[in-house]
């Protein structure tokens, strides 16, 4: 069983940076696959990056690649995304997501997630 706590929402202008944190009880933290999804109102919800248990690959939506960065520290149980250059576009609920995998690739597709976190919401200025 693994919990996620996320953390590092707020409000920032268009252009500023935020670093989210997603810190996991259990202590198979690092064999598991964590990615970053949100949500905002009225559309569906999308990954944002994902990354594997070693954290050797590393998976972005087009839409943020080149302005966010996922990493992870397995010592401390918590993954990292770290936004650079928001935009009004990213404004939405950032929500971590776990599954036990040891697999290279990271999986895309929500419905492969097991554990789930239960939000920090990000608001960005223009």
């Known amino acids: 069983q693994v919990q996620l706590v996320e953390s590092g929402g707020g409000l920032v202008q268009a252009g500023g940076s935020l670093r989210l944190s997603c810190a996991a009880s259990?202590?198979?933290?690092?064999?598991?696959?964590v990615a970053w999804f949100r949500q905002a109102p009225g559309k569906e919800r999308e990954i944002v990056a994902g990354i594997n248990w070693s954290g050797r690959n590393t998976y972005y939506a087009d839409s943020v690649r080149g302005r966010f960065t996922i990493s992870r520290d397995n010592a401390k149980n918590t993954v990292y995304l770290q936004m650079n250059s928001l935009k009004p576009e990213d404004t939405a609920v950032y929500c971590c997501?776990?599954?036990?995998?040891?697999?290279?690739?990271?999986?895309?597709?929500?419905?492969?997630?097991?554990?789930w976190g239960q939000g920090t919401q990000v608001t960005v200025s223009s």
């Open positions: 259990g202590r198979t933290f690092s064999l598991y696959a």
């Open positions: 997501a776990a599954v036990p995998s040891v697999a290279l690739n990271v999986p895309d597709d929500p419905q492969k997630y097991n554990y």
